[in-house]
T-cell receptor
Framework: GAVVSQHPSRVICKSGTSVKIECRSL??????MFWYRQFPKQSLMLMAT?????????EQGVEKDKFLINHASLTLSTLTVTSAHPEDSSFYIC???????????FGPGTRLTVL | AQSVAQPEDQVNVAEGNPLTVKCTYS??????LFWYVQYPNRGLQFLLK??????LVKGSYGFEAEFNKSQTSFHLKKPSALVSDSALYFC??????????????FGSGTRLQVQP
C-alpha cells in the first residue's frame, strides 16, 4: 500500500515551453501533497504544500507564477513549470500524506532537463 | 524553526559489519522523526519513524533507530550491513506543534557505501 506515482519520469523540453508533472496517490487519499526539488548531490528542498481543494502554500523564494500547483482531487496533484529555463532543470519529487502524524510517501521523481 | 543535521557526507562500512548513520535535530516542541533511503534517480523510500513511545524504533530491511531526547539525536543503525544497503539516506523532522504546514525538514543526506 501507500504508493505514489509520478508522470513523466523524465522530460526534456526547450527553453520557454511549459511542462506539467503529475503526482498520484494510487491506494490512499492524500489530503496533503508536497512538491520538492532536489539538485545533484543535495537534499530535498520543499517548494510548496498543497491541500486538496485549496491554494498551495509556497515556500519563501519559490515563484508561484512559475511553478503552478493544482490539487484538484484527493489523489492527484500537478506541478506545471511555466516558461521553463535551463536553470529549472532539476529532479522534482512529490510526496503525499493522509494527514495527522503519518509519514509522507514519495513518488519516484521526475527528471526535468530544459535545453 | 526546525532543522536536521547529518554530520557525515559519507559512511563506509564493510559488509557484515554494523553501521550507524548519524542524525541530530532541532525543533521548538516535540519531534516526529523519519528516515528515508534514496537509490539513484529514484524517489525516497520510507524506512522508519518515531512518533511516540519506545525510543527504539524498528523499520524496513532490518534498520532501526534510537530516539535520544537529551542528545536530540535519531541515529540510524543496522547490525549487519549488506552491499545492497548502499544508497543515500535522509533524516527528516517535523514539529508536532506544526499542525498547519506539516512539512518535513530534511537533512543534507549521508551516502552509505558498503564494501563487499
Amino acid at each position: 500500500g501507500a504508493v505514489v506515482s509520478q508522470h513523466p519520469s523524465r522530460v526534456i523540453c526547450k527553453s520557454g515551453t511549459s511542462v506539467k508533472i503529475e503526482c498520484r496517490s494510487l491506494d490512499f487519499q492524500a489530503t496533503t501533497m508536497f512538491w520538492y526539488r532536489q539538485f545533484p548531490k543535495q537534499s530535498l528542498m520543499l517548494m510548496a504544500t498543497s491541500n486538496e481543494g485549496s491554494k498551495a502554500t509556497y515556500e519563501q523564494g519559490v515563484e508561484k507564477d512559475k511553478f503552478l500547483i493544482n490539487h484538484a482531487s484527493l489523489t492527484l496533484s500537478t506541478l506545471t513549470v511555466t516558461s521553463a529555463h535551463p536553470e529549472d532543470s532539476s529532479f522534482y519529487i512529490c510526496s503525499a500524506s493522509s494527514g495527522g502524524a503519518g509519514e509522507q510517501f514519495f513518488g519516484p521523481g521526475t527528471r526535468l532537463t530544459v535545453l | 524553526a526546525q532543522s536536521v543535521a547529518q554530520p557525515e557526507d559519507q559512511v563506509n562500512v564493510a559488509e557484515g559489519n554494523p553501521l550507524t548513520v548519524k542524525c541530530t535535530y532541532s525543533v521548538s516542541g516535540n519531534p516526529y522523526l523519519f528516515w528515508y533511503v534514496q537509490y539513484p534517480n529514484r524517489g525516497l523510500q520510507f524506512l522508519l519513524k518515531y512518533i511516540t513511545g519506545d525510543n527504539l524504533v524498528k523499520g524496513s530491511y532490518g534498520f532501526e533507530a534510537e530516539f535520544n531526547k537529551s542528545q536530540t539525536s535519531f541515529h540510524l543503525k543496522k547490525p549487519s550491513a549488506l552491499v545492497s544497503d548502499s544508497a543515500l539516506y535522509f533524516c527528516a523532522v517535523r514539529d508536532i506543534m506544526d499542525t498547519g504546514r506539516r512539512a518535513l525538514t530534511f537533512g543534507s543526506g549521508t551516502r552509505l557505501q558498503v564494501q563487499p
